[in-house]
């Protein structure tokens, strides 16, 4: 018999078959990664001594490996890694694809036209980001600095959206095509002033309506634009409908709601909700899995379900 069960271990001391109860870090409670399991591959295990979110992890010896006495972790701050590069890398990429994605916005209003090409550019680079750093990009997009905030949610919608598609077996082009359509479903907020945008207060009924223009103002941008598939202007008008009828612009329910635009409806709530934005708090990977669940007739079920195994699949 263990005396203590429960160790808190430095990352880099972890080992194949040690039993996982819980993280340390800026991961805790938002992790959208499960917890509680048994370390049993070698990928795992790098996966986790890579993860910048983690600082250290609580084991459990009594359902798995014990750690030897030198390794448990202690309050001298642990070394700087390899890891934290990749955090810090993803960091400058996702600041970079933000600046390229803003500079595109504002090139709009000079030319009416979506340089569709490098929009093409910015979801690779975000898809290259997705496989590469999974954690770390959905770690890093959790928090939006007031005047990035559009950039950075379309940069992380883009990125579940492709992650949820390669998830459901689409092929590369559709995957890709998602990736697009996470990039561009915001851009009619491109019309809307920042103050309203970003007030932190309560909306007044005339300021919410002004923000709920966005998806019409967006369609208006893109609708005759031979180059921006259909399915991208689909999803920028559509994506704030719900399958029960009680979403916006077109109130559209059931069938009326393509399946591409249900994709980007769940990863557009999950994102928005899981955020910290100048004007709330955000939830816990926890709070909006129950929140979506219980509004499962905005959702499409199946894809909800696809959608969460998705992310437990990161783990
Ligand atoms: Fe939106
Ligand atoms: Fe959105």
Redesign the pocket.
């Known amino acids: 018999m263990h005396a203590t069960m429960l160790k808190k271990i430095d990352k880099s001391a972890l080992k194949i078959g040690m039993f996982v109860e819980d993280f340390v870090g800026q991961w805790d409670s938002n992790s959208p990664v499960r917890r509680r399991f048994m370390i049993t591959s070698p990928s795992e295990l790098a996966h986790l001594r890579s993860s910048p979110a983690i600082t250290a992890v609580i084991i459990n010896s009594a359902r798995g490996e014990d750690a030897m006495a030198s390794e448990t972790a202690s309050s001298s701050p642990a070394p700087a890694e390899p890891a934290s590069l990749d955090k810090r890398e993803c960091l400058i990429k996702i600041g970079s694809s933000s600046k390229a994605l803003a500079t595109l916005f504002e090139g709009l209003a000079a030319e009416r036209s979506v340089d569709l090409a490098k929009v093409n550019s910015i979801a690779s680079d975000v898809q290259d980001m997705m496989e590469k750093e999974p954690l770390a990009l959905i770690g890093a997009t959790r928090i939006k600095s007031k005047d990035q905030v559009t950039f950075q949610?379309?940069i992380a919608?883009s990125a579940l959206m492709m992650h949820l598609a390669a998830h459901l077996g689409y092929s590369n082009g559709k995957v890709r095509l998602m990736g697009v359509a996470g990039l561009l479903?915001?851009i009619g907020k491109t019309r809307i002033p920042d103050e309203v945008l970003n007030k932190s207060g309560k909306l007044s009924q005339e300021e919410l309506q002004i923000i709920r223009d966005h998806p019409k103002l967006g369609y208006e941008i893109l609708k005759d634009d031979p180059h921006v598939p259909d399915v991208v202007k689909d999803i920028c008008l559509h994506?704030h409908e719900k399958l029960d009828g009680t979403g916006y612009p077109d109130g559209l329910s059931g069938s009326e709601i393509s399946e591409y635009v249900r994709l980007s409806t769940i990863c557009?709530v999950y994102?928005?909700v899981t955020s910290h934005r100048p004007y709330k708090k955000r939830w816990t990977h926890r709070d909006a899995v129950e929140f979506m669940l219980l509004e499962k007739s905005a959702f499409d079920r199946n894809m909800l379900h696809a959608f969460f195994d998705s992310l437990e699949a990161l783990g």
């Open positions: 949610h379309s919608v479903h915001d994506h557009d994102d928005a």
